[in-house]
């Protein structure tokens, strides 16, 4: 193949910008040692990365699945709780499982008077001089 274009390309992909990624991020798949699919005739990673797209030796969908795999930082999985297992709350006393969802729904936090802030606050002794400081 002479040159590879983004007319050769667009047909698989519809987005030139996504197509652009995609290609970037197969070339450097490929610098870091990836398998390529079609022959490299003194070409660079990039051109290699557009001529697998429009020869179609790679799915432009998985490419993107790939691309989408890498840049997540943290997969977060949902696993559902065992039946019956044991949480304990804040006091160390356990709770069922259904019970669960009530405790953390009655926190509760203690209030204080702007009086009995302000009192305290006045009551706090400074810190002595030291060296270090």
């Known amino acids: 193949m002479a040159r ?3 007319e050769d390309c667009i047909d698989k992909v ?3 910008f996504e197509l652009v990624l995609l290609a970037g991020h197969r070339a450097r798949q490929i610098s870091q040692g990836a398998q390529i699919t079609v022959p490299r005739d003194n070409d660079k990673n990039p051109v290699i990365a ?6 179609e030796t790679l799915s432009p969908d998985d490419l ?9 930082k943290h997969v977060e999985v949902d696993e559902p709780e065992a039946e ?11 709770v069922a499982a ?3 969802d009530d405790a953390e729904e009655n926190v509760t936090f ?3 008077s702007e009086e009995d802030l302000l009192a305290g606050i006045e009551g706090l ?9």
């Open 64 to 72: 993107k699945e790939d691309l989408i795999h890498s840049l997540q």
């Open 50 to 55: 557009l001529r697998e797209i429009a020869d």
């Open 4 to 6: 590879v274009t983004v």
């Open 84 to 94: 019956g297992e044991a949480i304990t709350d804040e006091t160390g006393a356990t």
């Open 98 to 100: 259904a019970d669960a």
């Open 125 to 133: 002794v400074p810190p002595e001089k030291s060296d270090d400081y």
């Open 110 to 112: 203690d209030r204080m």
């Open 14 to 16: 519809d987005n030139r």
